[in-house]
Each structure stands twice: as C-alpha cells, then as structure tokens.
C-alpha cells in the first residue's frame, strides 16, 4: 500500500471513528461536514501530523490562480 494511499486511509476512518465514539454527535445532524473540518473539531491528524484542509486551498490557491503550494494546508 502506498503511502498517499495510507494518508487518505487514516484521515477516513478518523473521520468516521471520532465522531462515532461522541455522545453528542447530534449536534452534527443535517449539516455536511468535510475532513478537514472535523479534524479541526475532534483534534485528529493525517500520518505526518498535519490536518488536511483542502477547502481553504481551494478558494486561496487555486481559485485565485496562485501556484500549487501545500505548504500551510497540511
């Protein structure tokens, strides 16, 4: 299994495991949430430690038409 692969794997079943194992996840009902944002929520990281936030890259990288950057988004 390649690396990248792993990371969308363990960003995943975080994803899915924290919000799980909450008793007020109610809270959550009707809403769409990303990743990102409930790595923010519940505190989990990706492998390397970062916390993935690809909707805000989105709209200050590639939708102005900066140059592809991660840096500051993991």
């Not at 794997?9 to 996840?25: K, M, R, S, W, Y």
């Not at 949430?33 to 805000?56: E, K, M, N, P, V």
Request: contains cysteine; hydrophobic residues 35%.
């Amino acid at each position: 299994m390649s690396v990248e692969r792993d990371r969308c794997t363990c960003v995943f079943q975080n994803a899915i495991a924290h919000p799980v194992g909450d008793l007020e996840v109610a809270r959550w009902s009707g809403q769409s949430l990303s990743s990102g944002q409930l790595a923010q929520i519940y505190g989990f990281t990706d492998l390397d430690g970062s916390q993935l936030d690809a909707f805000r890259y989105i709209q200050q990288v590639q939708e102005v038409g900066k140059p592809p950057n991660a840096t500051g988004y993991r």
